[in-house]
């Protein structure tokens, strides 16, 4: 089984007036999520959030609407194939309820089975960041307990006068002692599955990539040499490359040099909406919609940046988020954010303007989008501030009317810590390893 | 860019240290024209940043309801940031700021009612704090403002707060106020961070209140430095946050005495939760014990040698408040200096109530006998951004529970603790060799007895507040 986290997208087009309907039935699923969660959990051994809820029409470039839709978000982990199945298995009246009402659902439906290729026809490519990668649902629980057990355990040592006994391997030694002889801890003796496994897979897309570069630039000088077919190919694979994104590059300067049209912010009112349902103690939602900016190249440069956006998640950090994905949709035209972050969006918001760096990074994506401050060469502001980002966000932040998250109580920087713990158990190491070790417990 | 200090309410520039007696007075008027005309007659009064006062510094702060009571025009009123729009106490910023269960608004002494306005009255010793409550009191009575409430305050020996910590050493410093242009430290910050009409740290103008030029027809106010069409109600002024925050000193160091096994691991135990020794010294410097050279130090930092937070846990006080050079979540010294630099408030509190012991030594509080003394601080603090500086600062590091990496830990001075089943907030987590060391079932040891939000206006701001048609 892989332990790699991926991210489903699920989407339809509405007609506008059955918004309001599927905003009812998707609320009446969110308030039943209370008294059965536990089912949630059980039946979605995969899932780790579940985002769900629709869109209004937006308008694109001024005149042209984009249309109403239902988008269903989740985060799993391990095949596609068996996350879709525990799906249908276990939503699909929900899921027929909700998706029913877009004349994109089959007429003829008959059961799961088509419920299935339904939800694999309209699911659509994102670009997928996890923050806690190679964590099943069920290592979650199962190394909060390990560690907790740990702790209780070795709370003997802190009040133990025997300095013999307190060498960093003899702590470590009883601590491994204690958790291979019990029984409901053993579990943890065994290797992380497949971890080195997931690793290589999700490294490898970057390694090809950059095994084609580098052949390419080989090529470029192996040209002078040998006279071949394969070698004058290749030889121009690095170049296009560049050139096309020195191209794609200056066209976006010319498109920047557009005026800027601000979007309408927010009134208080709506905002209070949005931010009514952040009532979750440590993990909550944030989705983000915007139609882009006008001109094809914007939709080109996104494009592009998030495949290439892509390549690099395993490297990717970004503080304080579970999960997070980008997607186009309509056509290109339409930008679509969602995250599963610890604590409040304002907070979380925050974490990325108020860093430089961040926010360089933030305007790869984000300044494409409509509402969002206008830019120099994709990440130098321009006459915008930094401000803006927030207003931007906040102007095309939508309501989730419907979300699961399976972790409820662990921040990302606890489920890390976990980790880290559970890996170092049984690993060799120096002393001063085995005391920055000790600190994770 | 040079400050406009005439225009500057002084508080924005000194506490006023050496105006002993202070009193601080919530208001209600009653008739906006007669309130009008009691702010055309304090106006002449209110101390401006420009002088030293010697005996007496008067100061005007109002709320959103105040101002709305006032007439000002509705765009006028809806140009205010939304939090201060909302209120403190209104339901949706509970969860936000900690105030819920014994915190809940509905527990405060003031402040979940309106309140109009907020008069900070500094005198330089009792006697002429009884003449300037005098001559106030006459002026108010005569425009139908009622008094709400009265917040005496008192300052502490050796600049101790209640729980007999010192308290007040990390100020940040507005550069614009410093003598020979400084180089940029993590203590000096722009005055947009905390004066409105001047650059932030973002190199913007924050947000700020205006006025539609046209309503502005004598001409009181400069123009909007983004916007030909408007006129800069917010100039020189900036937003007040104001929070009493009750200490249960015999609570706290009843707790410290439970968990230890004598006074002075109890001490270390407090010490470790405030990240400074009752003298001020911080444990990052000196984490083994006091150092009274180092009661003022500044000047120190987490990410070069207490990452772990071995030395100054993680969780605690004045790590939270402000954690300076080491964020958890950040990669970098940099990326967290940077971080930790966005969210920095001016804070002017003072302490009220007796002192449990007049010398606040922790050895003699920890004899001492519980009283009902009414006794805390009043928490205030000026920020051009309520929710970047303030709000996040409250939510973000105080109150959350995870924050650095813990597990159920709330700030452990000034959090909200509890036990919610599933989650809690009540534990006090300090690093140590060969495993951590935790405290439970924190109780409350401060409580908020009340709070609310304030505009503090330029002096140009208040005369137009007070002639508005």
Known sequence: MSTIHRGLTVTVTINEEKVRQVNALLFQFRNELKTNRDQFVKSLPSTFFISWLTLPSQVYSGNEQLPARVILMTSYVGSKKQHLNELVDFLSPQLKQVFGESHEFPKNYAGNADMLNFLRRKSVPN???????????????????????VWEHAQQLNASKDTSQLTPSNIKRQIEDFVANDPSLNWAVEEIPFARKNRIQMLLPLVLLGLVMATSIICIVLCFFIDTLFVKIMAWVFPLFVIIMGGLLLLLRQNEKNPHIPSDELS???????????????????????????????????????????????????????????LQLDKGKRLVFIANFDNLSEAYAHDFVDSDKRTKNMAVIFSHAFGFPATRWLIHKQYNHRTKYIKGIRANQ???????????????????????????????????????????? | MELEKEDIQGLMVRGHGNLKSARFLLYNCTDPIASCNFLKEITPLITHADEKPEEEAIHIAFTYDGLAFLNLAAPVLNSFCREFKEGMSAEQRRSVLGDIGENNPENWTWGHE???????????DQEQMDKSILRINEQTD??????????PTGLLQHQKEHFGFRDDISRPAIRELLKDAPPETSTTFPAGEFIMGYKNLYDEYAPAPFVPHELD?????????????????????????????????????????????????????????????????????????????????????????????????MGAHIRRANPRDHLVTEKSKKDSSEMAAKHQMLRKGRPYGMPVTP?????????????????GLHFICMVTDIRRQFEFVQNNWVSFHKFGGLENDADPIVGNHYNKGPFSTNEFSVPNYPIRKKYTNLPNFTLIKGGAYFFFPGIKALQYIASHD
């Not at chain 1, 690993?427 to 600190?439: G, T």
């Open chain 1, 127 to 149: 670009t997928f960041y996890s923050g806690f990668k190679f964590l099943s649902t069920s290592d979650v629980a199962k190394e909060k307990e390990l560690k907790l057990a």
């Open chain 1, 268 to 326: 208080d009112e709506e905002i209070r909406e949005i931010v009514a349902l952040e009532t979750h103690p440590v993990i909550n939602e944030m989705t983000v919609i915007a139609p882009l900016k006008k001109g094809w190249i914007r939709r080109a440069f996104l494009f592009v940046s998030l495949k290439l956006v892509n390549f690099l998640t395993y490297f990717t950090y970004i503080p304080t988020v579970h999960t997070a994905r980008w």
């Open chain 1, 398 to 441: 939508k309501i989730t009317q419907f979300w699961y998250s399976q972790n409820q109580y662990e921040s990302v920087e606890n489920l890390k810590r976990n980790r880290v713990f559970r890996e170092g158990l049984f690993k060799e190491m120096d002393d001063e390893a085995i005391k920055k070790w000790l600190l994770t417990i």
């Open chain 2, 114 to 124: 309106s309140i109009h306005f907020l008069l900070m009255v500094y005198g330089k």
């Open chain 2, 359 to 375: 010398e606040l030594d922790p050895k003699d509080i920890m004899e001492s006998n519980e009283d009902e003394q009414e006794r």
């Open chain 2, 217 to 313: 027809k004598q001409g009181l106010l400069p123009f909007h430095p983004d916007s030909s069409e408007r006129k800069d109600l917010g100039k020189n002024g900036s937003y007040l946050v104001f929070r009493q925050m009750h200490q249960n000193v015999h609570a706290f160091w009843q707790y410290m005495k439970e968990q230890t096994k004598e006074k002075d691991e109890a001490i270390q135990l407090a010490s470790k939760m405030v990240g400074r020794w009752p003298d001020g010294s911080p444990l990052s410097l000196c984490p083994i014990q006091p150092n009274t050279d180092l009661s003022e130090s500044n000047d120190f930092g987490f990410w070069d040698d207490d990452q772990a937070g071995l030395k100054c846990p």
């Open chain 2, 142 to 151: 005569r425009c139908g403002i009622q008094l709400m409430h009265t917040l």
